[in-house]
């Protein structure tokens, strides 16, 4: 597995699990309760640190598929105050957004990272990219966000998208197979197929996200809101943890610091026993 670094953070290679925070400067987010305001971005900034993240992923536009709509150029005025508020935090910025413009307003910026939901299939987006020399997390998503149906079709979507990374120069790439209900045509179940063949997807050499917090195939199982997810999102997190997943990103940063911290115990252990 090749390994990446956002910041001074190594991912993957032989590297410890890494705690990716999720910070929303959107309040349309469908977790209400990981919007922050941008009087508040600082403090909380810190408090992720303290709590155990490693990196935050910074977003002003809800990627839910029922999202409201949002220009453009709100999202890129909500992304770069909350940029100038996060400057010399001492924790690497992942900046979540699939727009150029926004992109390469971001770009301004000190970030450390790209998240593109997207997959790279803006060949604007793809150049700006490529140009930064970041690394890059990137989704499994053809045409649309999350946009294949079952493990094979995700499994091709990956191959495309890092086909397109290739061609755009960049070589970091943290990919995401893009679990959750990002088209009508997926049902719960893809998504549970897609946890259950999660290890597979080591196949395509590049170090994996797990980013499952409180979506909306634990919520339809458990019957419960995302504010009741929690106990399902550290349960599916720690079965990919032990299916070689190197990165969680999450909403709950404290209790997933803690999830990470008992695996890596237990992997120790076992690793020492043998």
Request: aromatic share 6%; glycine share 8%.
């Amino acid at each position: 597995m090749l390994k990446c670094f956002v910041g001074t953070v190594g991912i993957g290679g032989g590297d410890p699990v890494r705690l990716m925070a999720v910070m929303n400067a959107s309040p349309e987010s469908f977790f209400s309760h990981s919007f922050v305001p941008r009087e508040k971005l600082r403090d909380t900034a810190f408090r992720f640190l303290d709590d155990g993240a490693e990196i935050i992923d910074l977003g002003a536009r809800s990627t839910a598929p029922d999202a409201p709509p949002l220009s453009a150029a709100e999202e890129k005025e909500r992304l770069c105050a909350s940029l100038k508020e996060l400057a010399g935090i001492g924790l690497p910025v992942s900046v979540d957004t699939m727009f150029p413009d926004v992109l390469d307003a971001a770009l301004r910026y000190d970030i450390d990272a790209i998240n593109d939901i997207h997959g790279l299939a803006n060949p604007d987006y793809a150049r700006i990219a490529g140009d930064a020399g970041l690394p890059v997390f990137l989704m499994a998503s053809t045409a649309v966000p999350g946009d294949a149906v079952g493990v094979t079709a995700t499994h091709a979507a990956c191959e495309t998208v890092i086909d397109r990374a290739h061609r755009a120069g960049i070589t970091d790439i943290i990919l995401d197979p893009a679990i959750g209900h990002w088209i009508p045509e997926r049902t719960m179940e893809d998504d549970w197929d897609l946890c259950r063949a999660f290890s597979s997807f080591q196949a395509h050499g590049c170090p994996l996200l797990a980013a499952v917090s409180r979506k909306s195939f634990i919520g339809d199982l458990l019957d419960t809101p995302p504010e009741g997810r929690l106990a399902g999102t550290m349960a599916v997190t720690y079965d990919l943890l032990l299916q070689g997943a190197s990165v969680v990103r999450t909403h709950d940063v404290r209790e997933t610091a803690d999830l990470i911290r008992i695996f890596e115990h237990l992997r120790e252990s076992r690793q020492n026993i043998t």
